[in-house]
């Protein structure tokens, strides 16, 4: 099946806000949890406004959850073939670890070779949060746990931090196959989404659900999607509260704020709710805005797209070495605003390049890789 290739465009573009997320946080984490000091309140201000949508990382790890929820269920509702499920399910852990494998092993050397630099950054940034990473011994057998084990199963984000989300990657795309195995079939159908989405509230769990449920209106055009077809005005409300929803702050208070509003003592976690909900509304404005379409299909975003999951493995590593180490050869020759852009365009620059090479001889190694696991193994060829 031909793959969505906006839907690319977009996850690559989210990818990227991950990278200026963590960099943030690096070097200049007023922006992320505000502060009151006198030298930090355009900071302060920032991070409490609508432009922190552009380094709003957890808004962008709801996105990439889901378009998880869409793409795995979109083929499915194409063709109602349940063995779609079982071949999707039998690769789906392959395709996954072969990649998280490399980044794992990658930060394992750097940590043998003593090449992390995160605190003597955290030092000068003031970045209590980069210098808490890679503080610890590392260890071949644990190392090999984390990779085929905790990274899925657990906690295992130790060598590599981002791969928190791997464990919710790996369970919420089982949590599709589930949902498409018991009800994707069913006429009335929609009474399992509420039940599923009220029983998965205030967890990302959500976002898969949302990502099906908008696969589902889009394969079978209802009356819903023909009514929301009709009105760009619904559209263009319903994607700029989505995208007010997606800069909700993360880590910081928002008393004071235009987002003070939101706080409801039944939201637990109000972060996580308007992210979710925020990702939900831009994808399905995304799904029926042709203008969206052919932005999200350019050439620059496309390539974001194809490199989006080994750069989402491989930044934060990155980070932690190389650009760290860039910017302290720097800082003390320049100011410090400009030690740390040189050191992100420099740093960029490498990303994009090993990521491309991560996406060539990795993880398209991996997504055939697991194609051949289920056609010989699961399979019956005649």
Known sequence: MKKIQYMDGLRG????????NH???AFYPALFFGSDAQNQHVESFVSGSVFNIFYNGNFAVCIFFVLSGFVLSHKFFLQKNHEIITESAVKRYA???IPVAVSVFLAFILMKFSLFYNREVSAISGSGWFGDFWNFKPNFLDALNQIFIRSFFADGSDYNSILWTIAFEFSGSFLVFGFLALFGKIKNRYWAYLIVAAFFFQTYYLTFILGILLSDLMAHKNMLIREFDKSKLIRT????????LGSYPSGRAVTGTVYAFLEKPF???TSLTCH?????????????????QKIFSSRYLLFLGEISFAMYLLHFIILGS???FIFLKLDP???YLEAVLSSFVISIIIIFCVSYFMYLYVDKKAVHFSKVLYNRIFKNID
């Open 95 to 97: 395709r996954l670890a």
């Open 333 to 335: 020759h320049l100011p």
């Open 23 to 25: 960099f943030v946080l």
């Open 276 to 292: 979710m909900l925020g990702a939900f509304l831009v994808i399905a404005v995304l799904l029926d805005s042709k203008r969206m």
């Open 322 to 324: 190389l650009t760290s």
């Open 237 to 244: 409300a319903l994607l700029f509260t989505g995208l007010f």
């Open 267 to 269: 939201l637990l976690n």
């Open 13 to 20: 573009l989210a990818a990227f806000i991950v990278v200026l």
